[in-house]
Every structure is written in structure tokens, then in C-alpha cells.
């Protein structure tokens, strides 16, 4: 069917989208305009930080991306006390849309609008590429740790350092570089989300640990960190059961049973291994049972680790475990 | 964003202190505002958020130096507000039930909460859009001008978010 009624109501109407306007429009705006206060004056950089990076982004004609030292302009930085001198005086920014280039300091914000995209050097270990609708900060740049934070949005990460020198915080977890390839998307909420193109990375939060490898994704959501990781061609329906096992609450026993048997039956060698493994912290009794007899189908246990160590999550034997079946990953 | 020289002029008015004239954009954006919202926080919410953003708006409407940027700068306030939202609320408060829509005579809730809920699971890029056209009954070439999206990517957007959103209720029905 065409999708000319979608766009502007012309032609046949679509069935679906006429049930959705009808069920949906009762939702649509109707309000009434508040009582307005007095106006502020016309300052600009007062008020809320966020809404003076919200307005300046989109003062600078032509120019989509803004740099600020927060909350203030970047006058800030010119008047740091001890300015501490770096070979490369922050991390090189170039504007894909054709702005030019820029300089990312430690403290340093950028933000892109709907339009525009950058590209940045990160010290001299790789690249961020930052899509547009994102905001970035530069946290720390030194030899034991290059660090962000990735507010809201997206992007493509491509690394080539050794593990745990580059690290992505976002409101749900850290992303740890394993060495890699990837894309980071986070939503408003900070929920975010993981795909990993090349090698492996890692998210963190409160000592749960997902490790996602080349062609995998995972979620995280905020108070709750990372989901259980698994293909991005995994079934629908596995993927689905995944999602209710990482976030369902732990009380939902029924759910979260029916989602258990769900993953096990629809899981298949050797891949969705990846994903079983990860199940077995975040399931207990006699659903890490099932869950281990399941992966031991799967991948048989090497010498050494057992059924019973497995129910108490002992590190020797996860590790081992691990170690045996990481390469078909 | 605003391109018309009409709106530009309604911009420079309220910048000037004419309510009227604010009350004019106002009733062209308001319902982006509101799609906004509802792409992003609970729907008891929403009401409370697009009243916080036009009088936020309203009162910082001096700050703006480019008039034909009005609609895209306060599209990026009300996503910063539901950004802050969502940092002020507690992880994993509980959310009462989603309120009845007007005409709940007609359909159950569920069903309305339903296909919201299935349309905030949405990626980000297609959620406004769809919220733009299904709730607000703004026609693509409509949604392209006040977003100052390309029309292209609007009609993308909805083309995908759709296909999307049919699998998701589909799968839902199916289950």
C-alpha cells in the first residue's frame, strides 16, 4: 500500500493509520495558553545552563555546534588560574557540516542540533564521530584514562588502544573499550543503547558486568544498568524474553519464568550462548539451574567447573566457563 | 523553523512584550510541544511540562537573536525539560496508570496506552514524528515545516516508524 495518506491524507486511507488517528487523536492538544509573567530581559547566558546551551545552539548562524565551558561562555577557560598546558591543547573537533574546526577541552561541552555532526580526535587513540541531537562532554584526557559523558544521543566510537583506556559514561552505565568499533545511543531518559561493529566492549554499573562483542547490542536503562546482551539478528522473540529476565522487577515471578523458558527454547548454538551466560547473575534457584543446564547443552562446562559452583556464581568457574566458549563470540 | 517574514514579525512582537502576538505562536506550536512531551514523559505529565516550557519561553523569548529559529529553539526546550524530568524522578518510581483520553466512551484504555506505549518504544527519530501525525493530525508537509525537518526525512521517518509500529502491534495481538 502506498503511504501517501500517512504523509498528507491523499489517496486511499490506510486502515491502520485511520484506527491509530482515531484511537490516538483523543490524546491531541487542546490547551489553553498560561497566564504569561513579566519577560526576563535580554541577557543572553542567564538562567538555567540548559537552556542557555538550548538557545545559544541555535543563535550561532550557520554554525550548528557550540562549544561552552558550563554553564557560562567559553570565556571560562581563557580565565582558569592554572591553566594546565597540553601538547595538543585539547582534543580536535571537525564540523562535518563545514563549520571548520574547534578544540574540545576538559570541561567542555558540545552539542549538536538537528542538523550538524563532528568528528573528534580522541588524543591520538581514535575517532567520535557525534550524530546530530547529541551532547558530549570531555571528563578527563590523561595517559591512564580518556573519558566522556554522552548526556543524550549518538555515537560511533573506533578505538584502537589498549582495554580500559577509553571510557563513554551515560546516565545508565559506563561503556568500557575493550578495544573496538561501536555505536552509543542515548535516549532522553538515559536509557542507552550498545552495538558493538568491531571487537569487544564492556558496560558497567554497580559491579554488573555485560560484555558485548562484534555484531551484539545491548541496553541499559537508568537504576537498573546494563541488559543482557545478544545479536542483532537474535529472534524477536528471544530478544523480547531477554528484556523481561534484565528488567522485569525480581518479584514478577510468573513473567519472568515464562520469559526463562521463552529464552531457553528459542536460544540456538553457539551464539545465544553469549546471552545464557550473561543470564546466570541475574536469575536465581531453580531458574539458574535451568539456565545452566541449557548453556551446558550448548557449551559443555570445561573440567573443573561444575553445576553446583555455577548456582553460587563462583568467579574461578565463570571465568573458565567463560574462556571456552568467548571465541565463538 | 519559522520561515515565513508573518512569523518572523510575530516573533520580534513577543520579543517586544505583545502577548498577543505570543499567543499566535502559541497556537501554531504548541502542538509540537506536545507531541514532544508525549514522546518522552508519562502522559499525566505532559500537561504540566508544555505549560512549564511556554511560559519558560515566553519569558526568555529576548534571549533569541534569530526570529527564524523560534520553532527549533523551542522544540530544544522541551526536550531539555523532559531531560530534566526524568533526571528529577526517582529510578523506578512507580507511574500510576496512564490517564483516559476525551473520548474513552468510545475506546478502552488500554488500548489507547497500548499503541502510545508502542510508539514510545519507537527509536527517538521516528516517536515526534508519529506522535506529530497520529495525535496532532499534522500532515507530513505540515510536520516539515514547523520542524524544519526536510520533508524528505519526515516522510522517511513516518514511513519506517509506521512499519515499525505495525510489527510491534502485530506482534502484540499475535502474542
Known sequence: MSDDYLWDRSGRPDPDVRELEDLLGGLRYDGALPELPPQDAASAGGGSPLLAMAAAALLTAGAALLFSARPAAPDTRVANPTPKPTPTAGWKVDWLSGEGAARLQVGDWIETDTRSRARIQVATIGKVELEPSSRLRLVATDPKQHRLELAVGKLHARVTAPPRLFLVDTPSAQTVDLGCEYTLTVAEDGASLLEVRLGFVAFEWKGLEAIVPRGARCETRPGQGPGIPHYRDAPLELRQALEVLAFAPADALRQRKLALLRAIGVARAPRDALSLWHLLPRVRGPFRRKAYAALARMVPPPPGVTAEGIQTLDRTMLAAWKDQMEWSW | ?175
Not at chain 2, 520579543?15 to 499567543?23: L, P, T, V, Y
Not at chain 2, 489507547?112 to 527519530?125: C, D, G, H, K, T
Open chain 2, 1 to 175: 523553523m519559522s520561515k515565513s517574514p508573518e512569523e518572523a514579525l510575530l516573533v520580534r512582537a513577543a520579543q517586544g512584550g505583545d502577548r498577543e502576538a505570543f499567543a499566535r505562536l502559541h497556537a501554531t506550536y504548541a502542538p509540537w510541544v506536545h507531541a514532544i512531551a508525549l514522546a518522552r514523559v508519562p502522559r499525566h505529565e505532559v500537561d504540566d511540562l508544555v505549560q512549564e516550557v511556554l511560559i519558560t519561553a515566553w519569558r526568555r523569548v529576548r534571549t533569541l537573536r534569530d526570529p527564524a529559529a523560534f520553532g527549533g529553539w523551542l522544540g530544544q526546550i522541551a526536550r531539555n525539560r523532559a531531560i530534566d524530568f526524568h533526571r528529577r524522578r526517582r529510578a523506578n518510581a512507580p507511574l500510576p496508570d496512564e490517564l483516559a483520553t476525551k473520548r474513552s466512551g468510545a475506546e478502552t484504555h488500554a488500548r489507547v496506552n497500548e499503541a502510545l506505549e508502542a510508539i514510545r518504544a519507537l527509536p527517538e527519530a521516528y516517536r515526534e514524528t508519529l506522535i506529530l501525525r497520529l495525535v496532532e493530525g499534522w500532515t507530513g508537509p505540515e510536520i516539515a515545516a514547523r520542524t524544519g525537518l526536510t520533508a524528505g526525512s519526515v516522510r522517511v521517518n513516518l514511513h519506517r516508524g509506521m512499519a515499525l509500529l505495525r510489527e510491534k502491534l502485530g506482534s502484540r495481538e499475535a502474542s
